[in-house]
């Protein structure tokens, strides 16, 4: 199985700064065709998750631009340009490359 | 547009079982392939099984800790997404989700084994 490492577990941010999670993947998530199942989700509390990045850097229509996705192989980023208050909730890496479909730990995002 | 609803979560017993239901409108479920995925009190996302659409196969996967009790199966006629659940132990504990493209979720339904 694909082992899906993020990092960190929690991330207290002030509100209009940065943040940034990291993810690891075990294995290389490319497929023959070149494409890269990398996948960032957002779950706020009390709502299902909500897929955010698709293919490492594909933001979905209605995603705020502050949001960004990069990274390529086994390691992966997502960016919140500025933390908003409506983004706290956590945050999920997933890869969909290989079954069994693997999620990271989440990440916490929480207002300073 | 799309909407999932499931239900037919509740409370049971250890080594009972339920049905969930994955109820679609706006995508055709023999044409996308779909996943269950549940969340446990205190935990994170974890990936129980999926079904592959209809014109490539079919194919049912399920992950390891579900993979003999659980059983996925689709009605075409009710566009319908189902999850037999058996064999029900705490560990099963969650809200469960259906989704599929991953872009499209439900608002879940909660499972609670307990005695």
């Known amino acids: 199985d694909i082992v899906m490492t993020q990092t960190p577990f929690s991330s207290p941010i002030t509100l209009g700064q940065p943040a940034s999670i990291s993810c690891r993947s075990s294995q290389n998530l490319v497929d023959s065709d070149g494409n890269t199942f990398l996948s960032w989700l957002q779950q706020r509390p009390g709502q299902p998750p909500r897929l955010l990045i698709y293919k490492i850097s594909n933001r979905v229509s209605g995603v705020p631009d502050r949001f960004s996705g990069s990274g390529a192989g086994t390691d992966f980023t997502l960016l919140i340009s500025r933390v908003e208050a409506e983004d706290v909730g956590v945050y999920y890496c997933?890869?969909?490359?290989?079954?069994?479909?693997?999620f990271g730990q989440g990440t916490k995002l929480e207002i300073k | 547009e799309v909407r999932l609803v499931e239900s037919g979560g509740g409370f049971v017993k250890p080594g009972g079982s339920l049905r969930l239901s994955c109820a679609a409108s706006?995508?055709?479920?023999?044409?996308?392939?779909m996943s269950w995925v549940r969340r446990a009190p205190g935990k994170g996302l974890e990936w129980v099984g999926r079904?592959?659409?209809?014109?490539?196969?079919?194919?049912?996967d399920y992950a390891a800790p579900v993979r003999g009790r659980f059983t996925l199966s689709r009605d075409d006629s009710e566009n319908t997404l189902y999850l037999q659940m058996n064999s029900l132990t705490s560990e099963d504990t969650a809200i469960y989700y259906c989704?599929?493209?991953?872009?499209?979720w439900g608002h879940g339904t909660l499972v609670t084994v307990s005695s």
């Open positions: 989704a599929t493209r991953w872009g499209y």
């Open positions: 079904v592959k659409a209809e014109h490539e196969g079919g194919a049912i």
């Open positions: 706006g995508v055709t479920l023999s044409h996308t392939w």
């Open positions: 997933m890869q969909s490359a290989q079954s069994p479909i693997t």
